[in-house]
């Protein structure tokens, strides 16, 4: 081989080499995105990321079959450019269309398995299937003797794999809380377009530009995915309470559903539902196996007396089960309720029947499904929503935007209010409060005296004299245990909110946010 020839090898080694850590990038990003975008719609369990996965892998696997194919008719740095620039095309346009689409396949199919997956494959499937012809293409362009075969896959595949770790890590762990999920999508759109570009004006700059600046035109936007700086009804089955009095003290049952890792364990006249996350123990559910009308845990407590805020009280929708504490105590103690409870884990929903005794009636009812697409898919508005779902020590994110808050104040009556039981002490926090207040007029805060405090949001503003007359009308008329009055008279008079930031479906970085406190404390719920 000539000095000229070893050189111009040596420059598409260069460019494809540097194209391929790009694109693996892009690839890896844009799934992680692509869950920031189908949360919102149907959910963040698992059935998301199944889709999400599935379609990765499926898109790769035909680009893998494509770039081979096209690669042996076809070996030119130009073909392999405009494949590169098609896939970046397409998800530069992703935030233009994305919203509509989704809302649409919510609409039209019901099965929230079937929306996620086909919402996968709109979103994901075409430019990473684009996408997933580089390897082979660039294998074919780069492999100059069958001797070496090995080594050049073998470093195609290696140096696109090292792409794809740094965009999910660097999307995750740094751009999605630096940046919004839209702007990191036309971020990684334009760093395709312009590995493209480079890759189509390659042949004709070959000879006039220095290798390293070919490839600085690749990575020069590749850089940019790395990060920078009911009383008379049998709501409680008190034989599955007195049969677990008998027994020992200790674990009960474990159960691994979908969604979370479920502990039911036991300590003297009480017992608890926990989920594993990580290793630690976060307690959802606390019951007195011998009163049903006793809530231990503060926090229970100070969500009942948000029965005060609306004017009328005929529907209340419940995001999140736990053990039904909250829904079989304002069940059995406000008769004329009706009470929706959505519970994403059907897993948790049967080990509070089992366990904790809960029963369904005509008017308090336990759903199989998201919060958010529950609310997505009503007809009928509730006068009070209550919001008590975590994943961990957290709420999930897309039940914490401003988007959030907006499709819960559509589905409010007029004189309606919104309940969110949220931990103090973190960004994640005051940011709630901050996206609470941008779209509820009046936001009360209430802390329980155990690191929560439920926020309270109404649509019209409400003075305190009318919260507590109604609350002591409220409980002259039902008799609560817990006196409403009680738990109305202290409220937050002010909270510093100057840390907190707006939280959006494009930007709601709840795991960072929550992580942003001074010791970590276990979630008791």
Known sequence: MTERASKSAATVALIVYTAAFTVGAIVMSFEMLGSRYLNPYFGSGIYTWASLISTVLAALCLGYFLGGWLADRAPSLTVLGLTVLIGSAYVLLVPVFAERML?????????????????????????????GMFSPFGIRLLLRNPAHSGQVSGTVYGVNTLGSIVGTLGTTFYLIPMMGSRAITITAGIVGILSGLALIAANRLMRAVPAVLLAGAIASGSVALVPGPASGE??????????????????IDHVETTYNDIFVFKDKSELNMAFQLKGWDYTQSTINLKDPDDLPLAYTRQMTMTVAYPQELKRILMIGLGGGTISTYLGRHIPDVSIDTVEIDPGVITAAKKYFGIRESSRVRY??????????????PFDLILCDAFHGGYIPFHLL??????????????????????????????????????????VHLYPTGEGEVIAVGTLKPRDRDSIVKRAAELQEKHKFRFPLPDLIAKPLDSVDTSQGVMLTDDFAPADLYNALRSTQRKKKQ
């Open 103 to 131: 809302e649409s396949l919510l609409a039209g199919i019901d099965d929230v398995r079937t929306g996620s997956l086909v919402a996968s494959m709109a979103i994901l499937f075409f430019p990473v299937t684009f996408l």
């Open 234 to 251: 049998n709501l409680v089955d008190m034989k599955v309470r007195e049969q677990l009095l008998t027994r020992k003290d200790g674990q």
């Open 367 to 380: 759903l199989d499904a998201d919060g958010r697409v529950y609310l997505n898919r009503n007809k009928q």
């Open 401 to 442: 935007t401003r988007e959030f808050f907006q499709l819960v104040k559509r589905n409010l009556t007029p004189d309606g209010a919104v309940a969110m039981n949220v931990h103090d002490g973190t960004k994640l926090y005051v940011s709630t409060i901050v996206t609470l207040r941008a779209v509820f007029p009046s």
